[in-house]
């Protein structure tokens, strides 16, 4: 099974500064990598797919970068509504799992 | 448009079975695998595993092999999580959810239910 790690746990980001999450796989999961932003009360949204491609409606503000184990997602100049818990997911085919990461908490500094 | 419709809260004693349902609309059922996630109060997201509608074939995370159930009912479009032998640390959101798919392959889950709370207390 791919373990899935994220750094910091909580990140503290004023508005309008970058912010870079950080997200390991215990294995390789090539570019089988997704990222995802929950607010309280409301279900994930997918942000990113493909380790780097944007799913729809997400802003440009928000990119990931990575393959293989190391993985970013990063936010370039952080709003308000950006203040949220992001979690990180492989989904390689084989073994099949699709494990989380322990999140990463973004919030008011 | 993509629509995942979960069934209401729920309140078992520990040693119970709890069966959720989530019933999809707005694409062909049969085509895309349903996953189902948990999230227990306050933590973060557990993948549990998925069905294929079509097949009615199942892939379970270890940690919830032997005691979890995922079925399907094509005539309904609706895809249904049993968990049996409740113990108070299942009390969690229980989300189903569905692949973003293009011509080439499967990404994240792009598409959610509004989650079923189980609650497990004596």
């Known amino acids: 099974e791919v373990v899935m790690t994220q750094s910091p746990a909580t990140l503290s980001v004023s508005p309008g500064e970058r912010a870079t999450l950080s997200c390991r796989a215990s294995?390789?999961?090539?570019?089988?990598l997704a990222w995802y932003q929950q607010k309280p009360g409301l279900a994930p949204r997918l942000l990113i797919y493909g380790a780097s491609t944007r799913a729809t409606g997400v802003p440009a503000r928000f990119s990931g970068s990575g393959s293989g184990t190391e993985f970013t997602l990063t936010i370039s100049s952080l709003q308000s509504e950006d203040f949220a818990v992001y979690y990180c997911?492989?989904?390689?085919?084989?073994?099949?799992?699709?494990?989380f990461g322990p999140g990463t908490k973004v919030d008011l500094k | 448009q993509v629509q995942l419709v979960q069934s209401g809260a729920e309140v078992k004693k520990p040693g119970a079975s709890v069966k959720v349902s989530c019933k999809a609309s707005?694409?062909?059922?049969?085509?895309?695998?349903m996953h189902w996630v948990r999230q227990a109060p306050g933590q973060g997201l557990e993948w549990m595993g998925w069905i294929n509608p079509n097949s009615g074939g199942t892939n379970y995370a270890q940690k919830f092999q032997g005691w979890v159930t995922m079925t399907r009912d094509t005539s309904i479009n609706t895809v249904y999580l049993e968990l049996s032998r409740l113990k108070s640390d299942d009390t969690a959101l229980y989300y189903c959810?569905?692949?973003?798919?293009?011509?080439?392959?499967?990404?994240?889950?792009?598409?959610w239910g509004q989650g079923t709370l189980v609650t497990v207390s004596s």
């Open positions: 997911q492989q989904y390689n085919n084989w073994p099949p799992g699709f494990t």
């Open positions: 294995h390789s999961v090539s570019s089988y």
């Open positions: 707005g694409y062909t059922f049969t085509d895309h695998y």
């Open positions: 959810a569905r692949r973003y798919c293009d011509n080439t392959s499967c990404y994240g889950l792009a598409y």
